[in-house]
């Protein structure tokens, strides 16, 4: 992964929060996605929602798999713990960070391609187990790092880059993650920073596993054939002196609407999503009226965003293992390894 280090200018106006520090200690390297990519919009909601909680950037383990998600982590908190994990597979090391040190704030973030397809099982069991971090899953359709392929969150009927049509149903991870007892489900959209900051804080203060699915354009392959801003229209029109794919600079996407309202919002192909909020009467704690409502307005095309689910009851990892209060980092030598009596004590127990 190539890092490219970003100046750390701090203006002597530049805001400070609890702990003395600015927004810019809560930053990374320089990004190297597309301009005009969604999941920098989430990189920034998400250096400000630690700023605001007043987290210290050193108490935060970030980890990631593989794609274009699982790159941004290097985009921020430069001065937390890491780690960038084999393609599908960061639940487990972040299961592992966890049981090794609650004390981690841990941050997950991941992609459509990298949690519902080969991660797909060490998704499920990282909800199932109520895993206390916070899961980021940047959802754009397709693997952006591969061509644009359709990914398993791709809607029926999604015309691809090179004009396939997908015929195959979505997996929904919020539909997902509620059937498989999530304690915490939301979604956003990359653009509506109003909306995004304040549940990723939510996100970062619950305890058990908290999935943040953020709907996250891909500029480069999220349009299709049909469309006068694609690339076979551009190439269609445009004399070439040599043969090179360009990605061209876009504006960042955003929106802003109330709670209980539908907005359309155009994607950089042309295409529009509709985005729906939930009204300030819907009840976050009941998981089956939940899932009806977002199935509902799923049947009408519309995409619902919002805190959908929270259950605050239900203990997290540790508490349903029962482990020591004190992180396992953190414990002397004798009380992690006891000897062969305890060992023997322990292996009686299940003769």
Known sequence: ???IAKPKIV??????NA???TIRDYEGGMSTLCAGCGHDSVTAAIVQAFFELDIPPHSVGKMSGIGCSSKT?????AASHGFNSVHGRMPSIATGASAANRGLHLLGVSGDGDSLSIGLGQFAHAIRRNLNMTYVLENNGVYG?????????????????KGEVNEQQPIDSVQMAMAQGGTFVARSFSGDKEQLVPLLKAAFKHDGFALVDVLSPCVTFNDHESSTKSYAYTRQFFHRAIHLDYIPPAKEIKAAYDEGDVMPVELHDGSRILLRKV????????????????????RRGEIVTGLLYIDESEPDMHGINQTTAKPLSELPFDALCPGSDALADLQNRFR
């Not at 203006?11 to 400070?16: D, F, K, P, Y």
């Not at 982590?73 to 908190?77: D, E, K, V």
């Not at 009204?279 to 799923?298: F, M, P, W």
């Open 1 to 3: 992964m190539t890092y």
């Open 11 to 16: 203006h002597e106006g530049l805001a400070r």
């Open 19 to 21: 702990l003395g520090y």
């Open 73 to 77: 982590p290097a985009y921020f908190l």
């Open 145 to 161: 790092l591969t061509k644009g392929q359709f990914s398993a969150s791709a809607d029926v009927g999604t015309k691809a880059k």
């Open 279 to 298: 009204s300030k009467e819907y009840s976050v704690n009941n998981r089956g009226a939940a899932l009806d409502y977002i199935r509902t307005h799923q």
